[in-house]
T-cell receptor, first 112, second 117 residues
Framework: GNSVTQMEGPVTLSEEAFLTINCTYT??????LFWYVQYPGEGLQLLLK?????DKGSNKGFEATYRKETTSFHLEKGSVQVSDSAVYFC???????????FGQGTILTVHP | GAVVSQHPSRVICKSGTSVKIECRSL??????MFWYRQFPKKSLMLMAT?????????EQGVEKDKFLINHASLTLSTLTVTSAHPEDSSFYIC?????????????FGPGTRLTVL
């Protein structure tokens, strides 16, 4: 079956530091890949997505590239802000009604 | 675009009562809606998938008689927690998926915090 593995958290950074959150996946076929962000007490917001190999998703300074050869979709940001503090979920969508398979989530805390 | 709302955002009820949570897609037609449950500091657990006009498909271990799901229109799905007990207390999140371009993307509601006393 499909699975998503994210790097263990929590991740604590100082403002303006470089961020990488690793995500690898196992899936049959050609899934779409997503990063969602969840702020405290809220639902999930789509951060970015990529639908085929070598696609790069980007939004709000965050980027992730769909790497089929390494089955990875690592999230990066060059300079984090305190407002980026949240939980980040990597996910993939297979073909069954678009069901999502989530990673376990990574808590990011950014200090001033 | 692609906004999903949930109502209520918080609900507190007594043990044994039933609670209904609504999930609406505000600016698109949702052919499929999903209901998740999230425990503190945990990932989302898919409870069920519902397609408009048909019965929901429940994930293994989810009691269909306890968590009633109705997807009566292309913009509304409801989750009813029947005879709620304290162990049903949780954060319930819905998501919706449209059709055509972007149909591979789920858009999430803001969640409903259920507390059963």
């Amino acid at each position: 079956g499909n699975s998503v593995t994210q790097m263990e958290g929590p991740v604590t950074l100082s403002e303006e530091a470089f961020l990488t959150i690793n995500c690898t996946y196992t899936a049959t076929g050609y899934p779409s890949l997503f990063w969602y962000v969840q702020y405290p007490g809220e639902g999930l917001q789509l951060l970015l997505k990529a639908t085929k190999a070598d696609d790069k998703g980007s939004n709000k300074g965050f980027e992730a590239t769909y790497r089929k050869e390494t089955t990875s979709f690592h999230l990066e940001k060059g300079s984090v802000q305190v407002s980026d503090s949240a939980v980040y979920f990597c996910a993939l969508s297979g073909t069954s009604y678009g069901k999502l398979t989530f990673g376990q989530g990574t808590i990011l805390t950014v200090h001033p | 675009g692609a906004v999903v709302s949930q109502h209520p955002s918080r609900v507190i009820c007594k043990s044994g009562t039933s609670v209904k949570i609504e999930c609406r897609s505000l600016d698109f037609q949702a052919t499929t809606m999903f209901w998740y449950r999230q425990f503190p500091k945990k990932s989302l657990m898919l409870m069920a998938t519902s397609n408009e006009g048909s019965k929901a498909t429940y994930e293994q271990g989810v009691e269909k008689d306890k968590f009633l799901i109705n997807h009566a229109s292309l913009t509304l799905s409801t989750l009813t927690v029947t005879s709620a007990h304290p162990e049903d207390s949780s954060f319930y999140i819905c998501s919706a998926r449209g059709r055509g371009k972007g149909a591979d993307t789920q858009y999430f509601g803001p969640g409903t915090r259920l507390t059963v006393l």
